[in-house]
Structure formats: C-alpha cells, structure tokens
T-cell receptor, first 111, second 114 residues
Framework: QKEVEQNSGPLSVPEGAIASLNCTYS??????FFWYRQYSGKSPELIMF??SNGDKEDGRFTAQLNKASQYVSLLIRDSQPSDSATYLC???????????WGAGTKLIIKP | GAGVSQSPSNKVTEKGKDVELRCDPI?????LYWYRQSLGQGLEFLIY????????KSGLPSDRFSAERTGGSVSTLTIQRTQQEDSAVYLC????????????FGPGTRLTVL
C-alpha cells in the first residue's frame, strides 16, 4: 500500500526562525510532490509543488526533494504567526490522477 | 471568479438517515474529487470524476456511498443509512483538467451522525 508519512507534531517554532517540515513516501514511482496548507476549520490550499530533485524556492518557502531517499521537505524562512497551520504533504504518480496524502504536521509559530 | 462551493456547510443527522452533499466545482474544471477528512487525519480519497469518463469509485468505503456528477458540473455525494463512523468533513476539489495538477478545494461539509 502506498503511504505518505509525516510527523503529526505539533512542531513549535519561534517567530522569525526557520520551520522545517518533513515527509517520506513509500512509492518509488511517485513523480510529483505537493505541499498544502490547511488552517484550522478551513480547506487545504496549495503552497508549492516540486517534480525534480533539489530545491525549489518561492518567497519564504523552499521545497526540497530527494527521490533516492524518498524524502520531501518544506522550509519556511522568517516564520510568522500566520504560518501556524497544518501542512499536508501529497504525492502523485505521473500516470495517476490520485494524490496520496499524509496526515499532516501541525505547525505553531510562537510570537 | 467563484471558487468551489459546497452545501450544506454543516449537517447533523440521525443514524440510519440518508444525506446528500452537494459540490459546485469551478466553472470549466473537468476533474472533480470527493475526499473525507476525519479529525486530525489526512484526506481519504472517495471518488474521482473526469469529463465524461466513468468515475473512479475505488475509494468509496461501502455500498452505502454513491456519487453522481450531472452535466459534467455539479456533483452530489449520497450516504445512505448513515452510521456514526461516517461523521467527518467531506471535501470536494476540482482541477482544471488532466494536464493540471493543482486541486482547488471547497470549504467542506461537516457531517455529524448522532
């Protein structure tokens, strides 16, 4: 069974620091990797996606992918209280329309 | 433009009753997903519609669950003879098409079965 694993947290990070969120996946055929943010009581929204090994930066967010280790991470620089949310990792095979979702990591940014 | 909408936002029902949940995807989006999210859990895939193709129903947990998508737009998820374990948030998401990856989510319907 294809699985995506995340530490449920909560992960507590002081304001202004770097928050590091990690995700591992079991299916070596996975090709696309997504990070969604979900505020409490709200629906998920896409933050970033990454396809290639290495880093992808977008503003304060950096996604890192290591296919050999089956590992994807999300770094949030200069963390803000508004970044407090649950971060969901999802992976997809190119030939498949389904996303396999992790259970999410709850991130708390402390002022 | 309008995003994905779902109704009702909250539904409380008694065990054994049937419920219908509605999803209006973003106009022009050909792909539509239904998910279930229990408290503190990730998203559980239920069903997928793409254009006029036969839906992928592989995630439906039992034959009490069914879904339709009329005219390639609005979708209805029906749960018959509801059970307490059906209590969850039901999320609908739409995607522009097969060449696009981003799923846009609706606000969800919180279902409580007493």
């Amino acid at each position: 069974q294809k699985e995506v694993e995340q530490n449920s947290g909560p992960l507590s990070v002081p304001e202004g620091a770097i928050a590091s969120l990690n995700c591992t996946y079991s299916d070596r055929g996975s090709q696309s990797f997504f990070w969604y943010r979900q505020y409490s009581g709200k629906s998920p929204e896409l933050i970033m996606f990454i396809y290639s090994n290495g880093d992808k930066e977008d503003g304060r967010f950096t996604a890192q992918l290591n296919k050999a280790s089956q590992y994807v991470s999300l770094l949030i620089r200069d963390s803000q209280p508004s970044d407090s949310a649950t971060y969901l990792c999802a992976v997809k095979e190119d030939s498949n329309y389904q996303l396999i979702w992790g259970a999410g990591t709850k991130l708390i940014i402390k002022p | 433009g309008a995003g994905v909408s779902q109704s009702p936002s909250n539904k409380v029902t008694e065990k054994g009753k049937d419920v219908e949940l509605r999803c209006d995807p973003i106009s022009g989006h050909t792909a539509l997903y239904w998910y279930r999210q229990s408290l503190g859990q990730g998203l559980e895939f239920l069903i997928y519609f793409q254009g006029n193709s036969a839906p992928d129903k592989s995630g439906l947990p039992s034959d009490r669950f069914s879904a339709e998508r009329t005219g390639g737009s609005v979708s209805t998820l029906t749960i018959q003879r509801t059970q307490q374990e059906d209590s969850a948030v039901y999320l609908c998401a739409s995607r522009r098409g097969v060449s696009y990856n981003e799923q846009f989510f609706g606000p969800g319907t919180r279902l409580t079965v007493l």
